[in-house]
């Protein structure tokens, strides 16, 4: 079986800093997601990936800079940190248009 | 784009209840995925519309119409506690979940 890891687990950076998070997956999937989850929300679409180079908008994005540097990576990057953006950011892979696999997540702070 | 809602937001079983969780989309989908996530863990694929896969919980889904799809969880265990989510595939938009509280 495959395993999708992302890097740091817990990330704490001070406000108005560029915070970058790290996805690999070992699937073989061309599609890749990025997701916030807050608390006692469900999840909300940042970004996701088709293939490699591939970038899609998802419902949140702004705020946000993502980057398919192949196809086991997909990095997302905070792009000026909020008090707001506490949160953890979820990590997927799957095939197109079929079940997704989830990483642990990134816990986001910022002071 | 897509809505999903969910009901409950949640609920409180006593050990060996059942209960059906209740998910509906704004625009028709014929795909439907349930998630479980235990407090701090990570989301666990329940089961995926068509080609179902049990992961040996005694729960099953089923979609109505597209538009609506149910989960029910028999027979529960405190280990079921956690929060359900599901998602259709027309947009890729979760539900906001169901809170799940068993009780021994």
């Known amino acids: 079986g495959g395993i999708i890891t992302q890097t740091p687990k817990f990330l704490i950076g001070q406000e108005g800093q560029k915070l970058t998070l790290k996805c690999q997956q070992n699937f073989n999937h061309d599609t890749m997601y990025w997701y916030r989850q807050d608390s006692g929300k469900g999840l909300r679409l940042i970004y996701y990936?088709?293939?490699?180079?591939?970038?899609q908008k998802g419902d949140l994005s702004e705020g946000y800079d993502a980057s398919r540097e192949k196809k086991s990576s997909f990095s997302l990057t905070v792009t000026s940190a909020q008090k707001n953006e506490m949160a953890v950011f979820l990590c997927?892979?799957?095939?197109?248009?079929?079940?997704?696999?989830f990483g642990p997540g990134t816990r986001l702070t910022v002071l | 784009g897509q809505q999903v809602q969910q009901s409950p937001a949640s609920l409180v079983l006593q050990e060996g209840e059942n209960a059906e969780l209740q998910c509906s989309f704004s625009i028709s989908t014929n795909q439907v995925q349930w998630f479980y996530q235990r407090p701090g863990g990570r989301l666990i694929g329940l089961s995926y519309?068509?080609g179902m896969k049990p992961t040996g919980k005694q729960t099953s889904s089923t979609v109505t119409k597209g538009r609506h799809s149910s989960l029910t969880i028999s027979s529960s265990q405190t280990t079921d506690s956690g929060t359900y989510f599901c998602?259709?595939?027309?947009?890729?938009?979760f539900g906001q979940g169901t809170v799940l509280s068993v009780i021994p």
């Open positions: 990936s088709i293939t490699e180079n591939d970038l």
């Open positions: 997927a892979s799957s095939i197109l248009g079929a079940e997704q696999y």
């Open positions: 519309i068509p």
């Open positions: 998602r259709g595939n027309n947009k890729l938009t």
